[in-house]
């Protein structure tokens, strides 16, 4: 069974930084892709960074792209994946997901992703 386990949001003002963790155990999850998505209030769950099984980013929103930089560290089965974001902006308010994909190919299709973190609230303010 898969596990994972996210931390690292909070209130932060604008022009901030947050460093979000999920670490990923159980399966396979050190050969599967894993990416960070999120979703604010009234919208739709969206991919932020999506990295491959490598641990090579392959995609990035273009509203983070510049101040937000994806990363994993897999060892002894488990994956632990980090999501740095600088220069935070109001706009980017939402719960933050990880999700560990069902194969080793990125993809920002959710429908892609079979596991998912609880999820973790980062707030911007103003």
């Known amino acids: 069974q898969v596990q994972l386990v996210e931390s690292g949001g909070g209130l932060v003002q604008a022009g901030g930084s947050l460093r979000l963790s999920c670490a990923a155990s159980?399966?396979?999850?050190?050969?599967?892709?894993v990416g960070w998505f999120r979703q604010a209030p009234g919208k739709e769950r969206e991919a932020v960074a999506i990295?491959?099984?490598?641990?090579?980013?392959?995609?990035?929103i273009d509203s983070v792209k510049g101040r937000c930089t994806a990363s994993r560290d897999n060892a002894n089965a488990k994956s632990t994946v980090y999501l740095q974001m600088n220069s935070l902006k109001p706009e980017d308010t939402a719960v933050y997901y990880c999700?560990?994909?069902?194969?080793?190919?990125?993809?920002?299709?959710?429908?892609?992703?079979?596991?998912w973190g609880q999820g973790t609230q980062v707030t911007v303010s103003s």
């Open positions: 159980g399966g396979t999850v050190i050969s599967c892709a």
């Open positions: 990295i491959d099984w490598l641990g090579r980013p392959t995609y990035y």
């Open positions: 999700a560990v994909g069902r194969g080793p190919w990125p993809s920002e299709d959710l429908n892609d992703y079979s596991y």
